[in-house]
């Protein structure tokens, strides 16, 4: 897959708006869409409502008339980035379309890198977030996983994939640089010889395979998984 952005839609700002307004003249939709636009731009260090508000052309209590809270604001923004994820066609086999959904997620963390993390804050944002929850209970139900294991196994699912993408928007999913093989060169050889070893294969080392391999032993390990439970 490449580094670029090329499984969701081409359009920067997502779906298009609804004519969605409330009381006060906005609507959630665009709330969202400029919140997410203010997030990218100063991180979540530089978002308040405040400046939301003020770049909209209204005051906080326009913004909070919508959502209540801080809170609500960010689920509608996590809610905005999912609803850019398009299921899998539902004639793929169960591996490909959980893949398809992987590899959607990365690609929006690459289109999203200060925002994406808000897709870990919550358990769910919405209804687009209930489609691709029941796509999963769909694909690990046809994988052959035992009713009881399938929250267990989602959950986990979606913490693996929204975590290697977090990991490599943060910075903590990279080739190794310099500085690091210097730093490991100079541990002593008896104490960390599979270390010392394996680092070159880290300077080499692309995001995009430390992304793509560990999703196939996930899905892997519910393939064992079912196995083990179909004995």
């Known amino acids: 897959m490449s580094e670029k952005d090329s499984t969701l839609p081409s359009s920067p700002t997502g779906p298009k708006l609804k004519n969605n307004k409330g009381a006060r003249g906005l609507s959630r939709e665009a709330i ?10 100063g991180g ?48 793929r086999p169960w591996r490909g379309r959980m893949r398809h959904l992987a590899d959607q997620y990365r690609s929006l963390a690459l289109r999203y890198p200060n925002s994406f993390w808000l897709m870990q ?58 500085v690091d093989m210097a730093e490991v060169a100079d541990l002593p050889e008896k104490t960390y010889p599979l270390l010392k070893k394996a680092m070159p294969l880290y300077n080499d080392l692309a995001p995009s395979t430390v992304f793509s391999l560990s999703v196939e032993v996930f899905l892997d390990g519910i393939r064992e998984r079912s196995k083990l439970q179909g004995d």
Request: charged letters at 25%; a negative charge.
């Open 32 to 41: 969202a869409e400029e919140a997410l636009a203010l997030m990218e731009e």
């Open 44 to 91: 979540d260090s530089g978002f308040t409502i405040r400046k939301l508000a003020a770049r909209m052309g209204y005051d906080p209590m326009s913004i909070l008339y919508h959502f209540k809270s801080k809170d609500g604001v960010l689920r509608a923004m996590a809610d905005r980035m999912e609803g850019q994820i398009r299921p899998a066609p539902p004639d």
């Open 121 to 178: 804050k919550f358990l769910h944002t919405g209804h687009a977030d209930f489609l691709h929850m029941e796509m999963v209970h769909g694909a690990l139900t046809e994988a052959g996983i035992n009713e009881r294991d399938i929250p267990a196994l989602c959950l986990g699912w979606y913490g693996c994939i929204t975590g290697l993408a977090v990991g490599e928007t943060g910075g903590l999913i990279r080739p190794a640089e310099a």
